[in-house]
């Protein structure tokens, strides 16, 4: 019994030896397609129309503010709190308005890129199984690379062409 767990010891790493590890730059791979830089495009516009609504919104709060500077030392007291209510009132809905278009762009964002990233998840899939690969690492997420880590980024690109 001891002879066999000694055995099996000494074959552990040979084991490991015969495992195949590849690392991935998905980071590059993003980069590279067409469809990230479409996304980017559609994003970039969204935002920019957030912004000129935002834009308008404060210019909006700025022209009332100017007007009730202005015209305050003419108002009743009653009439003052209710015009400064209206000033906060507008001030408020500007921070919302800026709060649900981060959280718009954010989700635009996600919706937009999930295909994209489940896409370059499936490339990575595939050449993992065609390439008998055991383990695929991203590049830069490990602390150390021995010389037996093949780096596959160029056929998950490859693979990604295919699907197209």
Do not use: C, H, W
Request: hydrophobic content about 35%; aromatic content about 6%; charged content about 25%.
């Amino acid at each position: 019994m001891k002879k066999l767990l000694l055995m099996l010891m000494l074959m552990a790493p040979l084991a490991t030896f015969a495992q195949k590890f590849g690392k991935v730059n998905t980071q590059t791979i993003m980069q590279n397609l067409p469809e990230i830089a479409k996304i980017n495009g559609e994003l970039q516009a969204t935002a920019k129309q957030y912004e000129n609504d935002l834009k308008s919104m404060q210019d909006e709060l700025k022209r009332q503010s100017d007007a009730y500077d202005k015209a305050k030392s003419t108002m009743n007291p009653t009439a003052q709190k209710q015009k400064e209510e209206e000033l906060n009132t507008l001030y408020q809905k500007i921070q919302q308005t800026y709060s649900d278009n981060q959280q718009a762009l954010q989700k635009a964002q996600q919706d937009k890129m999930q295909p994209v990233v489940e896409k370059v998840r499936k490339a990575i899939e595939n050449v993992g199984k065609t390439g008998g690969f055991t383990y695929i690492f991203e590049e830069g997420a490990a602390v150390y690379t021995g010389t037996n880590v093949e780096d596959v980024t160029a056929k998950v690109q490859a693979e990604i062409n295919k699907m197209k």
